[in-house]
């Protein structure tokens, strides 16, 4: 797959005892035993030898076929007509019941989602959805589907609540209101977002996302890009935060703020923010605490510019021992504002390592590289590696994460590419 980082992102990795390839390679699923085992040999069968649990085709025994996917069910619903395995679904095309696949990989049941699209003015049910994520919360139900430019007259609020946000391809969520987060996440809640686009924020003070006061919040494939009224995000004093094969890009103020909470950054490109009125760069962290999980591995941080003379690519302004390593990144060209800058990672306590970093000399764990990373083209966007890039085979040799920003399988080559994207030819 060959689309623009910084423009879109592709590739559902949403998952019968057989996963489908691309859930077995999502990071998330790495522990499910059912992506830890093989099937076996295949049985062979004829006339007199029949299968002793699936079909007869062509001597061997398999689980579906074009005519018969009666035994695909569940979190397998989908048969491959190819390998005649049945399969978790990749997209909600997949599913045309109810048109929604759900990160397990089952397709959804109707009756238990709340369907979002532009324009609707319905109950939020599939024949008469909804026109607004909030109208779709009140519902209580636990998933929502949304599709098309949804924009809201103030902020959406999700507050000590549990939800599953799924979107269709160029799905977007914005607010008309001057000066106010488009989406908070508060108080007990645990919500993942999949594919949405946030955006449009205005006026001061006012993230893409906010997330505060101890709420859990996963994006996945999610983008938070242009929002003119602060950062991509704030999040502060949270539980956990975890940003997987995302992008944060375009945001006039900077990428993401994270105070005083754990986070898991990963496959994730940070890239663009900032510019005049920059005043972070890509990535700042704050009063981080001296225990907990603080990643950020195989992400590209580049380019966002922010406060002059600050360490704009990652600024650890205030974070306890001991110090958080970061990983298997490409941290490149981030500057101030009207000058260079001043390092690419910088403060106290943080360090990287196997990572490609400056052009600015830093000193850190061992692995790293100050070579320009090579990117295919800068002036269209486009972030991923050029055949001759230096980041290339050379992540930590110890890594074991199987796929890139997009889905594609690392390593590719001889060893894992640092950086959001694995080079495919």
Known sequence: ??????????????????????????????????????????????????????????????????????????????????????????????????DACLPTGSCANASDIAYVEAGGTGNCDQEMPCGLLTTALATTKATIKMKGAIIESDTVTIDSNARVILADPATSLD????????????????????????????????????????????????????????????????????????????NKYGGMRIINTQFEIVNTAIINNGGLSGLIGGLN????????????????????????????????????????????NIIWDNTGTGSPGGEQVGGANCTASFSTIGPQPFTGGPGNIADDPKFANLASGDYHLMMVSPARDTADPAATLGVDFEGDARPEGAARDMGADEFTP
Not at 22 to 43: A, Q, V
Not at 209 to 237: E, H, Q
Not at 302 to 321: D, L
């Open 175 to 250: 607010t008309s209101k001057n000066s106010v987060p488009v989406l908070q996440v508060s108080g007990t809640s645990n919500v993942e977002i999949y594919d949405l686009l946030i955006t449009g924020s205005s006026g001061s003070n006012a993230p893409g996302l906010r997330v505060v006061n101890g709420a859990n919040v996963t994006l996945v494939r999610a983008k938070l890009s242009v929002n003119d009224g602060g950062f991509g995000a704030i999040v502060d004093t949270a539980g956990m935060f975890k940003a997987i094969q995302s992008e944060i890009s375009g």
């Open 285 to 328: 962290l704050l009063d981080l605490p001296s225990t907990g999980t603080f990643k950020i591995e195989f992400s590209t941080i580049a380019r966002n510019q922010g406060s002059s003379g600050a360490p704009n690519g990652i600024n650890c302004s205030t974070v306890n021992p001991p110090a958080k390593t970061f990983t298997n």
């Open 1 to 98: 797959m060959r689309s623009l980082i910084s423009l879109a992102f592709v590739a559902a990795l949403f998952g019968c005892t057989k996963r489908s390839e691309k859930y077995c390679l999502d990071p998330l699923n790495s522990n499910d035993p059912r992506c830890l085992t093989d099937s076996g040999p295949e049985e062979t069968c004829d006339a007199d030898h029949p299968c002793s649990d699936g079909i007869c085709l062509d001597g061997l025994c398999v689980q579906c076929t074009a005519d018969d996917v009666s035994r695909c069910t569940g979190d397998t619903p989908i048969c491959n007509t190819t390998s005649h395995d049945c399969v978790g679904c990749d997209s909600h095309d997949d599913c045309p019941m109810s």
